[in-house]
């Protein structure tokens, strides 16, 4: 999950992972991964915003077209193009509002909630794999470091007696070539020269041997404690690449569910939007839309052509409230059996209580006009109700 390494540094053995305390980049790799994890939901519930922002302006603008087109003189199969164009625009807006939905709240929950079980806390010491990781790799590194330093110092004095040696020949060398120096003077300086040089030689000799002699014993035991070093410190590491390598899986398998969201091109419902978008292009016809101006505005409309209206007689309506009152006081009685009546013209009743017939219907009457110019009826189906005394006649 982290990020690969740009150029590597001058001093690239410096910077290796066996060196003392160059583990910390593998221990802190946790921390980083877990801010990775905050990145990736912040990214994608940005997308999401932008997904849902894309969705209302879709349906902003189909929905200021469609009134706009509804008013224009465009019909038939032309017009249903024209519409078939927001219909498409509506199943669109409603995809990327549903891809905005899944971005935040399928996504981004699955997210933060295997990062709240793969990265657990411990109280006070950041993450529990961290801390873990340290400490085993503190604890393999402790006598690999702790030789490093014994060798480094022995290392250190090695060398200061090798520049003394040089130091001691490079002053008897210009002792010899300094010319100002009588004959006497140089014997004498050549004579103690010697008994010096002799003497520490001797002191060199024996200093260096043990010098050189304890370095070298130093770099034995690094070099045979180089192998345990190794196999310790690949173990801890091993184990840190494996919890990396879940990582890695899991968030490899979240952008791959991510990418299936925002993949619209294999979208099987996007492909019907356009592919009926395009059918309905395609199915505008000419001669259907002329014949459907002609038939909805030119000559092929329906008309009224004049002919002879016959008078219907006008219709007093029926104060039910005055009827029953004045039937509780006078108490009219029904006509036994009724009187077959016919209807003379149509009439629809305006209330439940009403009949409907047509001209020409024969049926019941079982009451009397009342004085507001109605009847009560029934019909041949077995229905009840009033009816206007003036619309029907006696059948003799």
Known sequence: MASLPKEPPEDAKKQSFWMPGN???????????????????????????????????????????????????????????????????????????????????????????????????????????????????????????????????????????????????????????????SPEKKQKVTEAREKITEEKEKIVLVLRLQIRGRYEKLLEDATSYTPRYMEEMEAIFDEAQEEERKRISFLKQAFLSIHRHLDVTNDESVKAVYSELHHTLMSINEEDDLKWWKNNHGPGMPTDWPKIAEWVPPIKKLNRKKREQKQKRENRPVMIGGVKVRAMYDYVGEEGDELSFKAGEVFLKVEEEDDQGWCRGVLSGGKEGFYPANYVEVVE
């Open 23 to 181: 583990y910390v980049r593998t221990v802190h790799r946790t921390e980083k991964s877990f801010q990775a994890c905050n990145d990736i939901v912040a990214c994608f519930t940005e997308r999401a915003k932008v997904e849902k922002q894309y969705a209302q302006q879709l349906s902003q603008w189909s929905s200021k077209w469609k009134s706009i087109v509804d008013s224009r003189p465009l019909y038939g199969s032309l017009m249903r193009a024209w519409q078939c164009f927001f219909t498409s625009t509506e199943r669109l807006s409603a995809l990327h509002s549903s891809i905005s939905q899944s971005l935040m709240v399928e996504e981004g929950g699955r997210v933060k909630t295997w990062q709240k079980e793969i990265f657990p806390k411990k109280i006070l010491c950041g993450f529990r794999e961290s801390h873990n990781n340290k400490t085993s790799f503190s604890r393999a590194q402790k006598p690999w470091s702790q030789k490093l330093m014994k060798l480094e110092t022995a290392r250190v004095a090695y060398h200061k007696s090798c520049q003394r040696e040089q130091a001691a020949l490079d002053k008897e060398k210009q002792a010899n070539e300094n010319t100002e120096l």
